[in-house]
């Protein structure tokens, strides 16, 4: 079993609708997770990141954390074209000291217009 | 204007040739990282620093080298043993803080082999 896994897409969403995004994660002790959106032939950038379960809303998009579940969501509300991009999930094993992340394979998001 | 700069943006290397791979960042961060990037695939961890010179090696770090002389600077060598080094690599850093550790990238070192 994969460390982080990702449904890879690609995910289609007409524009205006939400788009969710899931990631499921092996390491129960997992502390905290991230969101990045990485544009075609672009670098990583961060959009979320969680740390507590339940909720946690920044304008359009909520990220979702279920630890008991192991999984970690993003929903992104009233999807525009400039959302399509590869969605990568991140974790932060439950080893402090170590400051590594393990990144899932992404999911890739089309908004059609 | 703060940041990771990395360079040069497209690099070409032939065969046998040794390349290296610049990474500055102007944050104050303590931990640097070098993740290689393929096609369709997600990030996959080379080599990281945590601390002026001291690096791990992460997932994938035969065929690679990297210093840390100076907290600013994370250079990363692809020698001429790494068979398939074509790839997007990139170059992250973040603070040391336990759980929270959120990491930024640079834009990115396209390689190719000629």
């Known amino acids: 079993q994969k460390e982080v896994e990702q449904n890879s897409g690609p995910l289609s969403v007409p524009e205006g609708a939400i788009a969710s995004l899931n990631c499921t994660y092996s390491?129960?002790?997992?502390?905290?997770f991230f969101w990045y959106r990485q544009y075609s032939g672009k670098s990583p950038e961060l959009i979320m990141f969680i740390y507590s379960n339940g909720d946690k809303e920044d304008g359009r998009f909520t990220a979702q954390l279920n630890k008991a579940s192991q999984y970690v969501s993003l929903l992104i509300r009233d999807s525009q074209p400039s959302d399509s991009a590869t969605y990568l999930c991140?974790?932060?094993?439950?080893?402090?000291?170590?400051?590594?992340?393990?990144f899932g394979t992404g999911t890739r998001l089309t908004i059609i217009p | 204007d703060g940041g990771i700069t990395q360079s040069p943006k497209y690099l070409f290397r032939k065969e046998g040739q040794n390349v290296t791979l610049s990474c500055e960042q102007n944050?104050?961060?303590?931990?640097m990282y070098w993740y290689r990037q393929d096609p369709g695939q997600g990030l996959r961890l080379i080599y990281y620093?945590?601390?002026?010179?001291?690096?791990q090696k992460g997932d994938i770090a035969e065929g690679y080298s990297v210093s840390r002389e100076k907290k600013e600077s994370f250079p990363l060598t692809v020698t001429s043993a790494q068979k398939n080094p074509t790839a997007f690599y990139l170059c992250?850093?973040?603070?040391?803080?336990?759980?929270?550790?959120?990491?930024?990238f640079g834009a990115g070192t396209r390689l190719s082999v000629l």
């Open positions: 944050l104050n961060h303590d931990a």
């Open positions: 390491d129960r002790g997992s502390q905290s």
């Open positions: 992250a850093s973040s603070i040391i803080s336990g759980a929270k550790n959120i990491q930024y």
């Open positions: 991140a974790v932060h094993p439950p080893n402090f000291g170590n400051e590594k992340l393990t």
């Open positions: 620093s945590q601390i002026v010179n001291d690096f």
